[in-house]
Structures are given as C-alpha cells and as structure tokens.
C-alpha cells in the first residue's frame, strides 16, 4: 500500500486537488433553483419507487429518456427520507398534479428536503465520474493534461447549473464521456478487458439515463474502423473479425447492464424498449410521440433540411462557453498539427478527434432532428469540448514548461494547472447559484433562461410576509419551481390555459388566490403569454419585480389591485 501510494503521489495529489475545486461549486446552494423538468421526475421517480418496492416491475416506465438512473438516485433519496412512504397504499401519483406534494405535507414531509437528499447523491456520483475521467484520462494523455480536462469540463458554468439539476443531462454526459475514454484506451494503449467491459457498462448506463446517448454508436464504430484500417501486417479478415468482436463484447456488457438495472427490463423487455425507442424516434423523425402520432410511420419520417437547427445550436454552444475553453481549443488545434510523433502524441491527436466527432455528433443529432430544441440536449458537446480544450491547455502548458525550465517548474507547473480552472470557476460565479444561466460577453443572450431560476426568491419574499403560511398565490408554470419554496399555497397557472384561451379559468383562480406571480422572462419564447401580461402592463404596477443579471424575471402581483377591467379584457380573449 505504501509502495502505491508512493508510485502514485502525484496522480492522488491531482484528484485531492480535483476534488477541492470541483466539490464546492456542487454542494453550495445546491437547492436554490428548481427548474420546470424536475417535479415531473420527482414524481415520477416517486412512482417508481412505489413500484419496485411492491414488485409491481412492470410501471417502472414513465418516459423516453428512460431516466432509469435518474430516478434510482431520487428513489434512493425518498427511501432515506421517507422510506414509510412505500406503506400507504396511495398508488401511483399524476406528475403533472400537485397531489404529489400535498400527500408528502400531509405527512409532515417537505418535497425539498427529498430533492436537497437527491442532489447530494447525484453530487457524489458526479464526483465519482469525474475522478474515474481523471484516470482514464492519465492514462491516455498524461496526468496534467488529464488534471485540466476534467476540471475544466466539471467546472464550466454550463455544466455545474445542470449538474445542481435532477434532469439527468450532466450524468448523461459523464457516461458517454467514459465509455469512450475506456474504449479509447483499450484500443490504442492496453487490451485489457476490464476497459472494453466498463466502456460498455457506461454506454448502458448512458442510455438508461437518456436514449439519446446512442450517437455514442457512431464514435465507437469510427475507433473500431479506424482499427480495421490500420496498417500493419495482419491480414484484413482477422482485423475486421477482432473488431466486430470487441464491439459484440462491448454492446453485451452495455445490454447487461441495461437490463440489469431496469426492472422494467426483467418482466416486459419488448414493451420497455418499444416505447423508450418508439417515442424516442417518432420525436426525432416525426416530431412528436407514440401517443400524438400513433405510430411510427417511415414513409413520414424527416428531418430538418435546412440549417437553422445546426446553427440554433451552434449558437448555444458558443454562448454557454467561456473564453476559457475557446482558447484551449485553439492551443488543441495547434496541438493537431504539431509534428509530434511519439506514441503520446499520436493517441492524444486520435482522441482529440474523436471527442470532436462526438460533439459534432450531437450538435447535428439535434439540429437535424425534429421536436424540442433546448441548449441542455447538447450537454455532450459541451463536455466534449471542454475536454479537448483541457488537453489543448495541457499541450501547450507541457511545450511552455519544456522551453523554460527552471529548477521552480514544480511548483510553476501546479500553479499554472490550478490558475486555469480557477479563471473558468471565476467567470461562472456572477451567476451563481443559476449557474447555468452564464453569457459569454460576445453572445445576444443565454443558451438557457427561464428555466425556473429565480422562483425560490419570489416565495421568499411572499413567505416573509407577516400572514405567509396563509397565503394563496396563483403562480405560472410554478409547480416545484415555487411550490416547493412556499410555505402557503400554490396554485398553478398552468402555460396550457393561455395557450389555449382558457381565461375563465385564469379569470377565476386569479380572484381566489392573494397574489399573482408571473414570469416574464419567458415572453419571447412563449409568445402567446402576451395575451396574459400585456393587460396589465401600464393599468397596475407590480407590488415586486425579480430581476436576474440584469433581466426581468418575475413579476408579483397583490390581486386586489387589479382592476376590474383587466379581468374583462381577459375575458375578451376567451371569446376569440
């Protein structure tokens, strides 16, 4: 043992390092931002706990993505905080209904404590993921440049906002980038076969995160042609039969740990991955799922032809970037054309490459493909650039050390490895805890916004009102986004009673609840909420408005100063 830690001082120093500079930003204020996609998992995850501890195998599907992972992790959580509640008999709650949260207050239990208990899990898998990165990518690149990837990648202010959220993305992530790290390395450096199993076990726990994962499969048959082509002196057939080998071995390890860890996948495979890979394609090629479409029709398959969708994305990419990583993937691309031939050399430049497919992989995957169109799809590129700027800052860091050395070059190198990530830290922290809300200065405006940021602040300023536990606030989109924060009512606006005029209902609750909160960030992006916040505009003023970097988030109002005519000309709207 001593005899290890000694050979492997400096890489344990590195990830002691790691740890100090990425645990923080996960732990702290870790609860502050709840965004619209989590109450549905929080139920759903819920359902599926109900299910698994009554053997009930068969309703642990809820949606595409699968999520399988996600909701172990909440699963875990409820069985730490409230293991009673498999006992009560309730059944199976509606993730679009607040019946959910209601049934836990009952019981003297918090929805917020459950998710705060969640993200401490998934903080510490996360932590485990980025260390197993770490390592892998010592092997392959060597361990400074090793240090910087991951800790560029776990400390990028896209990639910290998510990974503070129950939406499974920055897991996601971390699976594909280590089954390619662990196939990467079984390939070019050692054949051992615990690399090639782990590899496929990660890409199983990819797809039973999300099922977008897949474009993984067109990495690894690159790494495998690649293989296939290789000059050397063995004969083609044998090249070629090795490699459908190695991915038959790697896509069965993936498949047993899919089915392993599904139990779903233990009583009715056909129908799980019928409906996770139906729905998952009528939304790429149809636009829409199995329940709107019907069914899979090949004859209306299509994609996007033209270029909005690669450049939407693009654009996310380049505004949830920092300038730190734009200029690793400078130095990575100089790094490209260097004339380094030693082994090193030539297995970094092959996975700076296919990190590169990676991203571009799903950047296309998205553009291309028809349904939602949010910058958190893309999570993989992000991670994947990030990445090679990390080894694009360790190559060049590596050939400054070389040119000057000095007797200090320990001590300068472990500076220079801190300082960078720290640059990275510092530009995400104006933005903290909505980390994910970050803008480069050159971009018009955030790859992600209005996703639920700035709720926990419009409850906190209701509940430190004298009467705030009797309250009632009529809130739009806030299931979990508010609920969770207020100690009174929510009732929620639901975005489908403006997008289809239902303004009765709108009309109504408004004159039921004490205040009416409204956010207004989301105007450009849900244009028909025009209907709803351009009549008060310029009648009633506001009794508080939430601004966020400089926007204008949320907007409360006291309902009894609403006029009657506001009401009317609502009403109006009902009738067109």
């Known amino acids: 043992m001593i005899d290890f830690l000694r050979r492997h001082r400096r ?9 100090a500079l990425t645990l923080p930003s996960r732990l702290i204020n870790i609860d502050r931002a709840v965004n619209i996609d ?5 139920i759903s995850s819920a359902n599926f706990y109900y299910a698994v501890t009554h053997r009930d195998f068969a309703d642990t599907y809820f949606e595409y993505h699968p999520g399988v992972t996600n909701m172990w992790i909440i699963a875990s959580a409820m069985h730490v905080y409230f293991p009673q509640y498999r006992g009560f008999g309730q059944g199976f709650f509606d993730q679009r209904k607040p019946d959910f949260e209601n049934f836990l207050r009952e019981h003297d239990k918090d929805v917020l404590t459950l998710v705060r208990i969640a993200r401490y899990i998934q903080a510490g898998v996360l932590t485990v993921l980025t260390l197993f990165a770490f390592f ?94 290789k000059r050397d002196e063995k004969p083609f057939w044998i090249k070629f039969s090795g490699a459908a080998r190695t991915f038959i071995l790697w896509f069965a390890s993936a498949a047993l740990t899919y089915f392993i860890l599904w139990p ?21 090629f149809q636009g829409s799922r199995l329940d709107v479409i019907g069914e899979l029709d090949v004859a209306k398959f299509s994609l996007n032809n033209r270029l909005d969708g690669i450049l939407l994305y693009l654009r996310y990419w380049a505004s949830g970037t920092t300038f730190v990583t734009w200029l690793g993937l400078i130095c990575a691309a100089a790094f490209l054309f260097s004339k380094n031939k030693n082994e090193t050399s030539a297995r970094t430049k092959a996975l700076i490459g296919y990190l590169a497919l ?98 926990a602040e419009a409850a906190d300023y209701l509940a430190q009102k004298p009467n705030g536990k009797n309250l009632t606030a009529y809130v739009y989109n806030g299931m979990g986004t508010f609920s969770y924060f207020f100690s009174g009512k929510t009732v929620v606006l639901k975005r489908a009673h403006v997008l289809y005029g239902d303004f009765i209902t709108i009309v109504n609750e408004t004159k039921r609840a004490d205040y009416l909160v409204l956010y207004p960030i989301v105007r450009e992006k849900q244009p ?11 009648v009633v003023e506001p009794e508080k408005t939430i601004y966020i970097n400089g926007l204008e988030y949320i907007q409360i109002y006291k309902t009894s100063e609403i006029p009657e005519s506001v009401y009317e000309r609502w009403l109006e709207k009902q009738e067109e």
């Open 11 to 19: 890489r344990l120093m590195l990830s002691l390092a790691l740890l």
């Open 38 to 42: 989590e109450p549905w998992w929080v």
């Open 136 to 229: 892998l990518l010592a092997l392959l690149v060597g361990e400074n440049a090793a240090f910087l990837a991951s800790a560029l990648a776990a400390v990028s202010p896209f990639f910290v906002g998510h990974s503070h959220l129950l939406n499974m993305e920055s897991m996601g992530a971390m699976f594909v980038l280590i089954s390619l790290l662990s196939m990467a390395l079984y390939l070019s450096k050692s054949r051992k076969w615990i690399f090639l199993f782990f590899s496929g076990a990660m890409f199983g726990l990819a797809q039973l995160t999300k099922s977008t994962s897949i474009a993984l499969l067109g990495v690894i048959g690159a790494m495998l042609l690649v293989e296939i082509f």
């Open 264 to 284: 779903g996948m233990w009583v009715a495979p056909a129908r799980m991955l019928s409906e996770v890979y139906g729905n998952a394609f009528g939304y790429a």
């Open 358 to 455: 990676l991203g571009v992989l799903f950047i296309l995957m998205f553009g291309l493909a028809r349904g939602r169109n949010h910058a958190h799809y893309i999570m993989n590129a992000f991670v994947a650039f990030d990445v090679i700027a990390g080894v694009g800052w360790g190559s060049a860091l590596s050939r400054a050390l070389s040119r000057f050395q000095r007797k200090s070059s320990a001590a300068l190198t472990l500076a220079a490895l801190i300082a960078i990530p720290v640059i990275q830290m510092t530009l995400a922290l104006p933005y903290a805890p909505y980390y994910f809300t970050y803008k480069n200065p050159f971009a018009k405006e955030a790859a992600t916004y209005g996703y639920g940021e700035g709720y």
């Open 528 to 538: 028909e909420t025009e209907k709803l916040f351009g009549e008060l505009e310029g």
